[in-house]
């Protein structure tokens, strides 16, 4: 059952003698060690887990890993470049956006899907893209105000 | 320590674990390095021997004092290190603890790290809950930090011979002003192996003199949490560790009459009505669980649709924790002008943390490490210990900083199963509980029905009020009002699902049902409900809060249209003192509730951290919103109906409304805990706006369920 699946994350290609149908979650995190992507429903409702597959947002708990052989996965961790944080990022550090920050990467890796679709979105617009993120916390207006912050700092 | 007063709704600790410290001096210098340690000893100081000199000292080690409320380490290299039972559940304990010791040390923030909720390291704490961090343990650590500045300006006055009142602290050193000698913290504590007991009234900085705290501080390590370094209790990951799923009964209290299986290279764990599973992958546990083949007898059970009769019909006395009998109720409804008698109900509903339940466990021997996500590290020690007949010496709790919890993470479920399947592997296992798990087999805050009877003058002074609360809890029972003639009561009851701590407590169900009769009041007597209000509200705090929202959400203004409408509450809890304002626009006809706007003003004493205390209130007023407007638990039969988020519908982006917060700053006043009493001005207040645009009054939480036609 052990197939091998070639995967390539954050710019990686990685050799994962991975059974094809166990989620690219479970794969992140479990085997390479990346576990800034995160569980928090297994039913794509809650968007802790999204990472970026071919620039779009996706529920990698609902995406089984042989899906996605030789696509371009981004998860938090990649998206550092040389050193400097996505504005994103520091956008969310800026404001506060966070409290116990268990779906902050999930929170920024899908305003990074819509910010490359839509660089400049309107207050309407951050809602209804973001309205499938859980915050439990309830740091909502703290995350669309972060998200308008990196819009502004990517447009300078 | 004396005055945590466990309510009687945290029904999930029934008991009090042991306290117990169990560090030796030689231990603890072993594992930090030389340098200096203070305690603070809470009480019973004459029993503890004063200790100096460590470099001096002979013969046997003693143990650390049991009584220990904090302890304090200044290494060598100056790096100053806390220890605190308390924990990080993303309510801002780490920054808030950390800007406490860095004001009294007279360091930088980043020259000081916390361990906590580490049971080898730190002193026993009975847990994260009752918003207690703020008003005990960071005078705890003031005083720590204080005594130990105190204890370095001894040891420079020792170096140079001089009175240490010529000396001062600053920048991490000390400094005699006079000849601008200066020694670094690490300077001083190099080579000393010095231990200092402290009583409990060292000096402390007054809040007037704050540099550090009362000033907006960014969460502590914030950069992890952006780049998905932080290790949360479900990230970690341990050599050769295996993944464990639990098979679940069909239905609560259902007992296991048969099981088989075919497993073969699987850990398979059949111990009464406990079935796990440990192997290498989360899917093949899963697969490996599905064909186990279990049959299990089960009970016939209360369901939602009898929910409030079971609970009236099962009430037992009331506790005398929360009764309170002023005056005569006959008297006050004799000198009433009219009378008002109402019930209010309340849902079961669930945390939902984002992170759910998790744990890993690791056997050494006999002794156990486990890293789970709890608000109660010692009390997971405990149950621990428990279970497996072990010491609770053998037992190693850590709880790195975790995806939240509300209350609802005070048990250490996980923690045991992890335990229990590592045991038989012989491998460390993990145990991350699934979303349905989390729904179905945590506790949920308490249900309840409260009836409430009240007498009022025309002229709007409130002359009588009973109210009994039957399960939900008795936290902030009690009204603020003066009311001459009181009888409130709280009774226990059977409840058909597992309840237990929620944020606030019982203090969201009791402010909805005396926050709506108080609004029903007024409309009773004619009067504007702030007006009412104040006219029956003594306490000087509540009517500067009540002040600072109402002029805030410009109270009293006209409508724009006839959607719209207004309301206002009060709360007083834990030292919290809110005021909340509602907008909200309504159609009665069409059914629909949406709300626009909401205000609180709160007063928790000396702010110490102004923009996490704002992040808490607006927090609390979102998570408010859900068990407001549509959270609830159904059940039928002992089976959670709805245990998903595509079924249980917890606040989302497009349910936020405009959000305005008053911070209240009493550098006069003690600091109280702030994560919690938010929530309770939510339900009410936005239920008496509804109230205003459409004269449909809402006295059941969840209000809106399926919309406002149903709810009516």
């Keep these: ?156 | 320590m004396t005055e945590i007063l466990f309510e009687p709704e945290r029904y999930e600790l029934h008991a009090l674990p042991v306290r117990y410290s169990g560090l030796t001096r030689r231990q603890f210098f072993k594992a930090l390095g030389s340098g200096i340690v203070v305690f603070l000893v809470l009480r019973d100081l004459e029993a503890v021997a004063q200790e100096s000199g460590g470099r001096r000292r002979r013969g046997p080690m003693p143990r650390l004092p049991l009584e220990i409320g904090a302890w304090l380490h200044i290494a060598e290299d100056g790096a100053v290190t806390v220890y605190t039972g308390k924990v990080e559940v993303g309510q801002g304990s780490r920054t808030e603890l950390t800007q406490v010791v860095a004001e009294e040390l007279r360091v930088l923030l980043t020259s000081v790290r916390l361990v906590m909720g580490d049971t080898d390291l730190v002193p026993f704490d009975m847990g994260t809950f009752g918003s207690q961090t703020t008003p005990q343990m960071a005078p705890r650590l003031r005083k720590a930090a204080a005594a130990a500045r105190e204890v370095l300006i001894g040891l420079a006055a020792d170096e140079w011979k001089v009175d240490r009142a010529s000396l001062v602290c600053g920048d991490g050193k000390v400094t005699r002003p006079k000849t601008k000698r200066s020694l670094t913290y690490g300077q001083l504590t190099k080579g000393q192996k010095l231990v200092k007991a402290i009583p409990d009234d060292v000096t402390l900085t007054s809040p007037d003199r704050w540099t550090i705290e009362g000033k907006p501080t960014p969460k502590i390590d914030c950069k992890a949490f952006v780049t998905g370094q932080h290790q949360y209790p479900s990230d970690i990951k341990r050599p050769d560790m295996l993944h464990g799923k639990v098979l679940r009964p069909p239905a609560f209290g259902a007992t296991l009459t048969s099981v088989s299986h075919e497993l073969k290279g699987v850990t398979v764990v059949h111990d009464g009505d406990f079935v796990g599973v440990a192997t290498d992958n989360e899917l093949a546990a899963t697969r490996a669980l599905a064909t186990i083949h279990a049959e299990w007898k089960t009970t016939p059970q209360v369901s939602a649709a009898e929910l409030f009769a079971e609970l009236k019909k099962t009430a037992g006395q009331s506790d005398e924790r929360a009764r309170r009998e002023v005056g005569s109720m006959e008297k006050g409804l004799a000198a009433a002008d009219r009378k008002l008698q109402q019930t209010y109900t309340v849902a079961y509903i669930a945390h939902a943390p984002l992170e759910p339940r998790a744990a890993v466990a690791e056997w050494n021997d006999d002794k156990l490490t486990v890293w789970t996500g709890t608000q109660r590290p010692f009390g997971v020690r405990s149950e621990l210990a428990n279970v497996f007949q072990i010491p609770e010496e053998h037992v190693h709790v850590i709880m790195p900083d975790m995806g939240s919890g509300y209350g609802g993470k005070h048990t250490g479920d996980a923690a045991i199963e992890a335990a229990r399947l590592a045991k038989a592997a012989g491998k460390p296992v993990k145990i991350v509980w699934t979303r349905e798990e989390e729904f179905t087999w945590a506790y949920f805050r308490p249900a309840g029905v409260i009836e409430v009877a009240s007498g009022v003058r025309d002229d709007g002074t409130i002359t009588a009020w009973e109210f009994h609360n039957y399960n939900s809890g008795a936290a902030a029972i009690q009204p603020p009002y003066d009311i001459p003639n009181q009888s409130v009561e709280f009774h226990s009851a059977h409840s058909p699902l597992r309840q237990g701590s929620y944020r606030s407590l019982a203090a969201t169900a009791n402010h909805f049902a005396r926050e709506t009769h108080i609004d029903e009041l007024a409309h009773l007597v004619k009067m504007d409900p702030l007006e009412f209000r104040r006219k029956n509200l003594k306490d000087a705090r509540l009517q500067s809060v009540l002040d600072a929202a109402s002029e805030a959400f410009a109270w009293g203004r006209k409508k724009t249209s006839t959607e719209q409408g207004f309301g206002i509450a009060v709360g007083l809890d834990k030292g919290g003192h809110l005021a909340t304002c509602a907008e909200v626009s309504a159609d009665r006809t069409e059914g629909t509730a949406k709300i626009v706007r909401l205000v609180a003003a709160f007063d928790c004493g000396a702010i110490i951290n102004p923009d996490n205390l704002k992040n808490q209130i607006e927090g609390a007023m979102i998570m408010g919103l859900g068990g407001a407007l549509r959270e609830a638990i159904e059940f039928e039969n002992g089976r959670i109906l709805n245990p998903r988020f595509s079924a249980y519908r917890v606040p989302r982006f497009s349910d936020v409304p405009f959000i305005e917060v008053v911070l209240v700053d009493r550098k006069d006043l003690p600091s109280a805990g702030a994560g919690e009493t938010p929530i309770v001005g939510v339900a009410p207040a936005i239920g008496n706006a509804i109230f205003d645009a459409t004269g449909i009054r809402l006295r059941s939480l969840p209000m809106i369920p399926n919309g406002l036609k149903e709810g009516a």
Aim: proline share 5%; aromatic share 4%; glycine share 10%.
């Design chain 1, 1 to 156: 059952m052990a197939n091998d699946t070639q995967l390539h994350v954050n710019g990686a290609k990685l050799h994962v003698p991975a059974d094809p149908e166990r989620s690219l979650l479970s794969v992140l995190r479990d085997d390479l060690e990346l576990t800034g992507t995160k569980y928090g429903c297994g039913e794509g409702q809650c968007g802790a887990c999204t990472v970026l597959i071919d620039g779009l947002p996706q529920r990698s708990c609902l995406t089984p890993v042989g899906t996605v052989a030789g696509r371009q996965i981004i998860t938090i961790e990649g998206l550092e470049q040389t050193g400097k944080l996505h504005p994103l990022q520091r956008a969310f550090l800026e404001v506060g956006a966070m409290q116990c920050a268990y779906c902050t990467s999930g929170m920024i890796i899908s305003a990074a899907g819509l910010l490359k679709r839509n660089p400049n979105p309107t207050q309407q617009a951050i809602i209804r893209f973001m309205d499938g993120n859980l915050c439990r916390c309830g740091t909502y207006p703290r995350i669309i105000a972060a998200i308008k912050l990196a819009a502004k700092e990517k447009s300078k």
